[in-house]
Antibody, heavy 118, light 110 residues
Framework: QVQLVESGGGVVQPGGSLRLSCAAS????????MYWVRQAPGKGLEWVAF????????YHADSVKGRFTVSRDNSKNTLYLQMNSLRAEDTAIYYC???????????WGQGTLVTVSS | QTVVTQEPSFSVSPGGTVTLSCGLN?????????PSWYQQTPGQAPRTLIY???SRSSGVPDRFAGSILGNKAALTIAGAQADDESDYYC??????????FGGGTKLTVL
């Protein structure tokens, strides 16, 4: 069955960096575009980044543009989110999700918590 | 700035029908925005309910239906059950690689 397992979250100081991973299994990872979506504590969902199945195109939300970078390694069935210059407002659960094929988030992982605090 | 609007909260009686909406601060929502809907219970990851306006995701009961009503996308839940009590989010694809979520609707079944 489809599995998405996020990892790499933790506590980091403002201005610091973190790299999140999303290990995929149960489907042909290289055939699917992928997303990152985040949710601040007690708040709603926010789209963060998109990457095409072959990595040829990426998009990032304005709130993270220039600081976060989405990438993937299809040989390892893994999606990444490199997060630099972290701010307190980046504190959130970060979910990876599979593109459902109609600009939708077809299936979600369980998320990993990132806390930016001194 | 694009804002996707949802009712902050809604309540429905068990067995009743409720329609949640998803609008834009400027303009109308159409199928061209590929509206999709997600259900989230506390502490859990979101679950996909509806994609491309009115297509149900695998395993979603037909009590859940998506549509365009007037100038908004809509999610109708018929025969509400206690375990439908959740947060519901819509998201619109704005084009040019931009997705915008609504603020979510907290649905109470009582």
């Amino acid at each position: 069955q489809v599995q998405l397992v996020e990892s790499g979250g933790g506590v980091v100081q403002p201005g610091g960096s973190l790299r999140l991973s999303c290990a995929a299994s149960g489907f042909t990872f290289s055939s699917y575009a992928m997303y990152w979506v985040r949710q601040a504590p007690g708040k709603g969902l926010e789209w963060v980044a998109f990457i095409r199945n072959d990595g040829s195109k990426t998009y990032h939300a304005d709130s993270v543009k220039g600081r976060f970078t989405v990438s993937r390694d299809n040989s390892k069935n893994t999606l990444y989110l490199q997060m630099n210059s972290l701010r307190a407002e980046d504190t959130a659960i970060y979910y990876c999700a599979i593109d459902g094929g109609a600009y939708d988030f077809g299936y979600w992982g369980q998320g990993t918590l990132v806390t930016v605090s001194s | 700035q694009t804002v996707v609007t949802q009712e902050p909260s809604f309540s429905v009686s068990p067995g009743g029908t409720v329609t949640l909406s998803c609008g834009l601060n400027s303009g109308s929502v159409s199928t061209s925005y590929y509206p999709s809907w997600y259900q989230q219970t506390p502490g859990q990851a979101p679950r996909t309910l509806i994609y491309s306006t009115n297509s149900r995701s695998s395993g979603v009961p037909d009590r859940f239906a998506g549509s365009i009503l007037g100038n908004k996308a809509a999610l109708t839940i018929a025969g509400a059950q206690a375990d439908d009590e959740s947060d519901y989010y819509c998201v619109l694809y704005m084009g040019s690689g931009i997705w915008v979520f609504g603020g979510g609707t907290k649905l109470t079944v009582l």
